[in-house]
């Protein structure tokens, strides 16, 4: 008798003495001891089917509402009993197909994490480990399950240049909270780059005053005199010009202190060797500084005197950024009135969100107008504008203030 022949009649002995569920319950046993997944799901829907008074194959034509929901609760807890061992045994294009539609993005987000440190310590020549990498980064970054993850990846195996791309293609189009983490991953590593490159180049010129674990870029710059009239350069500028565009989304100290060094530094720099941005951020370097210093408490009145003028100067065919710069960093300062008369003022976008709007970055009128008191100028805006929906959620928001 053969090991296959013996698992049958054990399926029929079972069968036999218990019934089908019984049967079908020890078949899906056998199949995970041997990790048998995908085999392991098909068996789950047959036993679903079964509980549910269902035929265990065919189509199942027209179900009731309620059948169905409860169908789709059992397939789900399929997919995550075998999507799991999937994952965790390095299968991941596969884990993916089953864990889709039916596992906590934070768990697994969590889990994918704890699977990259073995694989980035891997020989470079281990196909396998790169394999496994590439279709972490393809969830991570591709799938949206965690950017700040897949960028990690892609900088410690592909370099900066790759892992800006990729944010570019990936993770620029998801709203401004799921951007965040990614764009703190990139901030923290130029800076550690630039930090280090500038350390060591001063030390090369035998200055003992460096520290051995140096932190702060400013101060490195300021100990030897700002490097204004240095033709050095210490990374490559136009990584420095996109993450300091990157990093706007953010919003918390650490990254903001980041930021604005990588600007200071950016200011010293050769105008030969920079690039123009998009107004107000023409001279990249220089605009950045005013933002994020501004955000840390730093000549708040010199920057929002710089972002006033540009949105004042704009050409309203170039499109909204000055303003919304100004609007982003008056609410960020916390000052709603400001921000609000700032928006009122920016010029229409004909329907079409902005960048900053897209990505949630900007309040919306209604917010700033709540925060400002300033409904009924919010309601002459409108009526100007011909904003009718604007005009109505404000009604309704101005109703939901004033209940009692």
Known sequence: MTHDAAAFQRLDAVCAAAGPEAMLEA???????????????????????????????????????????????????????????????????????????????????????????????????????????????????WEGV?????????????????????????????????????????VAHLHREL????????????????PAEPDSIVALLAAAGGLTDDPRIHLDV???????????????????????????????????????????????????????GALLGHDVDAALAFFRRAAAMADPEAGTLPADVLVLLLWRLGRPAEAFQAAVDRPSDQGMA?????AGLLPSLVELAAAAAAWETLRSACISRGDEITYAAALVAEGSATAP
């Open 27 to 141: 078949l899906a046993a056998s199949l995970a001891a041997r990790s048998r997944w995908h085999a392991v799901f098909d068996v789950r829907l047959m036993q679903a089917r079964l509980a549910l008074g269902l035929p265990v194959a065919g189509d199942l034509g027209a179900v009731p509402a309620d059948v169905r929901n409860r169908l789709d609760e059992r397939s789900l807890d399929a997919c995550r009993e075998v999507g799991w061992p999937l994952l965790e045994d390095g299968q991941i294009a596969a884990a993916w197909m089953y864990l889709r539609a039916a596992a906590d993005p934070a768990e697994l987000a969590v889990r994918l994490e704890k699977l990259v440190p073995p694989l980035l310590a891997a020989d470079a020549a281990d196909e396998e480990s790169a394999r496994r990498l590439q279709e972490i980064v393809g969830l991570a970054l």
């Open 146 to 186: 965690d950017p700040a993850l897949g960028i990690s990846i892609v900088l410690r195996t592909h370099g900066t240049c790759n892992a800006i791309t990729a944010y570019e293609q990936a993770v620029a189009r998801l709203p401004a909270t799921r951007q965040r983490p990614a764009a703190r991953v990139l």
């Open 195 to 210: 930090l280090g490159a500038v350390a060591a180049d001063l030390r090369g010129r035998g200055r003992a005053d460096v």
């Open 238 to 292: 136009s990584h420095l010009q996109s993450v300091l565009r990157i990093a706007r989304v953010c919003d918390d100290p650490p990254t903001l202190e980041r930021a604005w060094e990588l600007a200071v530094y950016g200011c010293r720099l050769p105008a030969d060797a920079v690039y123009p941005g998009e107004p107000p951020f023409e001279q990249v370097a220089q605009a950045s500084r005013h933002f994020f």
């Open 354 to 358: 902005s960048t900053m709007q897209a």
